[in-house]
């Protein structure tokens, strides 16, 4: 854990020096795209059942404001467009408070409960993928307008699009649902989302996205809800479940690799958050954490969106010795980490 810090620091360290010579950010813009690890407010104004605009969810962001990011204050992204020298985030493009000029530094489409399969999003009122994509082509229309269309060009083209998907397919959807682990097992179930992985960067790539990263699975079976869930009992991490992710990372990582031979100039990073988040869980006390089993929110077993709220009992009023917020989602002090992993890994993506 110890060589994660270091290595972490000299890539934050490039990159400061890359933001000191360029006066400004390496890219031109951030642009995300998936569920609720990258999900900054997209689900507010939806008829959805997943929603985190309100306390305790971003309780430590800025001005103790909650804006719909299922934490208790930055993401990932947050920490990756500041190490990258943006001066804000990326907003929601469903956002009623952004303006046009707001959408210089990029947009963000992504939305809790989405996923790479249609259907996962479905009962909650989710924005899928395609729909996602189809708010990105509008996006790109309403840049054009603004910078013109070559200048609009070369941005789409130097922007970093990231992609985060499949956790809720596997356990919102696919662990849930008989229809699809009776006629699939978790191996042809990867493959069916593979093919809509395939899918989503083939539409980017002739969209004009040319450097993208995709974020794999998590160790889904140490999430607290699916502890809970599906461990029958047991407080450790379910096994089969992180089984069936490291299976899935395997096929990411894979066909990653394939579409990068298959189009050219495509600069496309597969982002191993799996093992990042599974060192701080085994290892919690080297970065200062003591709780990885159980999440801040409420009693820590399964509260998420409306089931973690202010009025929820036994929510801890220091997040930051918490691996998880919620039954679902890291807290603020473990994505800072995974900020600069993840940099470290798709340092080709702005080189």
Known sequence: MQEMRVS????????????????????????????????VGNNNNLLSIVKSNFPPYGRDFTNRTPTGRFCN?????????????FPSYPPAYLSREARNE????????????????????????????????????????????????????????????????????????YYVNPLLNILNTPDQFSDIL????????????????????VISL??????????????????????????????FNTKLEATTQALMKRHSGLKLVAFNAYQPLMDIITNPYDNGFFETKRACCGTGTIETSFLCNSLSLGTCSNATGYVFWDGFHPTEAVYELLAGQLLSQGISLIS
């Open 8 to 39: 972490g620091f000299w890539v934050l360290l490039l990159v400061s020096c890359l933001i000191c010579k360029s006066k400004g950010a390496i890219v031109p813009a951030l642009i995300m795209f998936g569920d609720s690890i990258v999900d």
């Open 102 to 173: 707001d959408f210089l530094i990029g947009a963000n489409f992504a939305s809790a409960s989405s996923g790479y399969y249609d259907a996962t999003s479905v009962p909650f009122g989710a924005i899928p993928l395609p729909r996602q994509l189809s708010y990105y082509r509008t996006y790109q229309n309403r840049v054009r307008s603004m910078i013109g269309r070559e200048r609009a060009r070369t941005m789409f083209s130097k922007s970093i699009h990231i992609l985060s998907a499949g956790s809720s397919d596997f356990l919102q959807n």
């Open 218 to 247: 998590p160790p889904m079976g140490c999430l607290p809800a699916a502890i809970t869930l599906f461990g029958a009992g047991n407080k450790s991490c379910v096994e089969r479940l992180n089984n069936d992710a490291v299976m």
């Open 73 to 85: 204050g930055k993401l990932a992204v947050d920490f990756s467009a500041e190490y990258l020298g």
């Open 194 to 213: 593979m093919r809509s992985y395939s899918e989503f960067i083939q539409n980017l790539y002739e969209l004009g996205a040319r450097r993208i990263g």
